[in-house]
């Protein structure tokens, strides 16, 4: 009895902290993202704004960033794919000796880090612009043509890994009888190796899409004078983070959250249609439940709270309570100011020197006040009278 006690606390005490650990700064991050703080925290607690989404927005660089990113993530996952692909399709037709050969060569990339890909990429590439005479104006010298060649060298291995463990579960019976029954290998390819292999090319590009977005070691480097979402935060956060970054991440964590519902909706539903249990599932007997539970519906659904979230946000406004904030911290100030004054005693002014002559000419000097001994008196460069 106490055993199993003791077992069942250290199991809760465990989970506690694991989930802490794994959530604790996003719900640290989310919370921070409202506070009116010019820095990320939680507390002293200032006021609720949303004035960081706005801030973040407004932010140039990041947004013409997360454009390149994007444009750069497109024709990295448009690469990718068919490069990818062919890999995977070439390691299932060729022999067991020379597939690991392959198979070495081409998870390669991979296994090298991203700092030698880079730079990798700019010798290779301006080697062969100077070979065909093209200067600095060419397309081998622009920093997005250099991104996206970086990042598809080992991207692609990534999409490849996909498309292999797929292929392990495929019959190639099936493409056999295609031919035999007067299909061209074309055919056979489209009409029955592409549908097979439809959730692979979902996942390999959702996966090469966000490899592609996230990459900075690479990217740092070929980019050149362009930027990427990430190498447009990575500067900002050198030279100082403010509460934006955080609601950068309440965006993040938002979409993440939409795609995973809807994800589940899918999957949910596609098991009831194996099983044949969606006309006697309850929630399929209404139009209005089934509505609500295709996938379709849950992500309309939720893009429209986050709508309207996003626009009662809008609508807020906090200025009078920062206002306010700003007095009182300016009375504080002040407060502090005057017994900073009242407890420091008021120091005696120096008597300033005399430096006019006190004592007659040719007077001793130690009886004199002046702390140069005279040396500027009115008859002191005066000529001495021989006796």
Known sequence: MNRGTGSGSFSATYSLLFFAFLFGPLIIMVITAFNSSSFPRITPWECFTTD?????????????????????????????LPVGLAGALALAEISPRLRSTLYAVLITPILIPGVVLGISTIVFWGGVARGVG?????????????????????????????????????????????LDLGATPGQAFRRIMLPFLRPAIGSAAFLTLLASFENYNTTVFTILSDSTFTTAL??????????????????????TLIGAMVHEAHIRRQELLK???VHKSRLYAHPVTRA??????????????????????????????VADLAAQKRLVQERLLEEQRRNTPAAAPAPMPSFAPTTTPGAP????????GGAFGVDALKPKTQP
Not at 56 to 80: C, D, F, K, P
Not at 292 to 321: E, I, R
């Open 365 to 372: 000097a130690a009886s004199n006040p002046s702390p140069f």
């Open 52 to 80: 960081w989404f706005g801030v973040l927005i407004g932010n140039e660089r990041l947004m013409q960033g997360l454009g390149t990113s994007v444009m750069i993530g497109i024709g990295v996952m448009a690469l990718s």
């Open 234 to 255: 990575a500067s900002k956060v050198r030279l100082g983070t403010d509460p934006s970054l955080s609601a950068l991440a309440v965006i993040i964590i938002a979409i």
């Open 134 to 178: 093209a200067g600095y104006g060419s397309i081998f010298y622009n920093g997005i043509f250099l991104t996206l060649l970086g990042q598809v060298t080992f991207i692609s291995a990534y999409s490849m890994l996909i498309f292999m463990a797929r292929l392990q579960r495929f019959d190639p019976t099936l493409t056999e009888a295609a």
């Open 292 to 321: 609500l539970t295709h996938p379709a519906g849950v992500a309309a659904v939720l893009v429209a709270m986050a709508a309207t979230a996003t626009w009662q946000g809008s609508q807020y406004d906090s200025s009078a309570c």
């Open 275 to 277: 099983s044949g249990r």
